[in-house]
């Protein structure tokens, strides 16, 4: 039987709470040093490898993590997750985004249908519709085929597909799969729309509205501002639409839409592998690229069902997090992706981590009295090195630290300049910085002085494929999970982001007092 228990009442945290801490300066310059970053490291789908060598703990801490997994019954509470029960507590919604790239468990039915199957048909749907679009069959007014794709959302609309797609632009085009430019409006900020519209032939573009609940303020703002400007351009709107959307939302049966496609019991930041992902992705670079970016999920997902810890990258992952902060006392984590393509994997896994788990109250409603989840942020390297690593190596707080790096670049081509290409050169750095930022350097002028001890992991791959990307999307969504589930938190709904826009609806309605009039009335409103 699965029990939810607050974190500080579990006897294995107290045990945790009371291990050894590890000297990584010792423990990474010691005579074992080279056999701990051998160790210390988890196979993960799509040839990636988790190395958490660098980071603050050795066999005790290990032992007391997996009692902690026990206890917390991290396995249990997975499994019950995606054979259906309903796990977002706060919506007494199901949480089902794992289904839309494999079935891990018993077949599961909501709403008459079964799941599984429902995702695998919206799929089909998608697939279908690309290929019309890509072969000419579903044209503009003209008869000429779109040339790009526009997605229109916010937040996990917008943050994952849009990171997806940078992340596999180039190696669409180095591979010959690239159909379509795609092109993002999210802020409801006019600069936004504008700015993507000026830099697009509407008239050979197709657009995806992307709102689960059809109300989305700015959304349906961009919506308008879009149907506008092929209005102007005198185009049918409808013609150059399509939605996705939840099958009772008031987008789903309109006929200002060519097609529409739905993503129930599946939130926002979690929706990249659903029709989210999966209308602007087929699109842009074919479905059998999207389905490759499944295949890495699926197994992925997989490799999170394994009730050995250290075997389970995605729980081993969690586990140490937790340990960093509510043991070691860690506020923050650095995302940084030695990869250009995954210039806004950071952002992405910010919205997912910290919407997640930024929660003060238990899944009960119950204040909790220890920390919950961190501050996410981060930027590729190496041009975060020339940013914020100052603080990194030498401010007075410790950050850990999740590097992501490959052997190989997308593109297959590079220059040798100083006897080494430019990729050698980029891994280079990740490898520096691990060891820089663990064993640091002393030194008598202490402006030069490096104390180390900093802990970080990394995620080391190939290349960055397809199925490379879906592995490494579903392994932090996964240890956001599990960390949610030792925290007894809801990690899938978002209340926090619903007070901001209640009170922005009184301002537009012009039915504020107090504070919020003299701000309204400061910004001329």
Not at 72 to 99: C, D, S, W
Not at 120 to 131: G, L, M, S
Not at 414 to 441: E, M
Request: aromatic share 8%; proline share 3%; glycine share 8%.
């Amino acid at each position: 039987m699965v029990t939810w228990n607050n974190l500080n009442t579990l006897a294995s945290f107290q045990t945790l709470s009371e291990t050894e801490r590890v000297d990584l300066v010792s423990a990474m310059t010691g005579e074992n040093g080279a056999e701990r970053v051998k160790n210390y490291s988890i196979p993960m789908a799509a040839g990636l490898a988790y190395n958490y060598a660098a980071k603050q703990v050795d066999e005790k801490v290990l032992d007391a993590l997996v009692k902690l997994a026990e206890e917390a019954q991290l396995g249990e509470k997975f499994a019950a997750l995606y054979n259906g029960e309903v796990i977002n507590t706060g919506e007494k919604r199901l949480v089902l985004h794992h289904m839309t790239r494999g079935q891990l468990g018993e077949a599961v039915e909501a709403d008459g249908v079964d799941k599984r199957a429902f995702y695998v048909e919206q799929q089909e749907r998608i697939a279908e519709f690309a290929n019309k679009v890509h072969n000419g069959e579903i044209t503009n007014a003209a008869g000429e085929k779109f040339t790009t794709v526009v997605q229109i959302g916010i937040g996990g609309s917008d943050l994952g597909p849009r990171a997806m797609y940078l992340a596999l632009e180039n190696w669409a085009k180095k591979n010959d799969t690239f159909k379509m430019e795609a092109k993002f409006i999210s802020n409801v900020d006019p600069d936004d729309a504008a700015a993507v519209l000026n830099s697009i032939d509407v008239a050979h573009s197709i657009f995806v509205l992307v709102s689960k609940s059809g109300t989305t303020l700015e959304t349906l703002t961009n919506e308008s501002f879009v149907k506008d400007a092929l209005k102007n351009a005198g185009l049918d709107a409808s013609k150059h639409m399509i939605a996705v959307t939840s099958e009772t939302s008031p987008l789903a049966k309109s006929d200002d839409y060519l097609a529409a496609f739905f993503m129930d019991y599946i939130g926002g930041r979690y929706s990249s592998t659903s029709a989210v992902g999966g209308a602007v992705l087929s699109l842009a670079f074919g479905p059998e690229v999207f389905a490759a970016f499944l295949k890495g999920a699926a197994e992925e997902d997989k490799l999170s069902l394994n009730q050995d810890v250290l075997q389970n990258p995605a729980m081993l992952d969690a586990l140490i997090g937790v340990y960093e902060r509510n043991v070691l006392g860690y506020p923050s984590t650095a995302i940084l992706p030695y990869s250009q393509a995954l210039s806004r994997f950071p952002a992405h896994l910010q919205q997912l981590d910290m919407e997640s788990n930024g929660k003060s109250v238990n899944r009960f409603g119950e204040p909790v009295d220890y920390p919950t989840g961190p501050v996410i942020f981060g930027e590729p390297g190496t041009n975060g090195q020339h940013s914020f690593y100052q603080l990194l190596h030498q401010g007075t707080d410790i950050v850990p630290l999740q590097f992501i790096g490959f052997k190989n670049s997308q593109i297959g081509t590079d220059v040798v300049i100083q006897d080494s290409t430019s990729q050698q050169k980029l891994c280079a750095n990740v490898a520096a910085q691990i060891v820089a930022f663990a064993c640091g350097k002393a030194d008598e002028n202490k402006n030069k002085n490096f104390e180390g001890g900093r802990p970080s992991s990394i995620i080391i791959g190939e290349a960055l494929t397809p199925e490379a990307l879906g592995a490494l999307l579903a392994h932090f969504e996964n240890k956001v999970m599990f960390q949610g589930f030792v925290w007894n938190v809801n990690s899938f709904d978002q209340e926090g982001v619903q007070l901001g826009k209640v009170l922005a609806k009184r301002v537009l309605a012009h039915e504020t007092d107090g504070a919020l009039k003299v701000f309204s009335d400061l910004l001329n409103i």
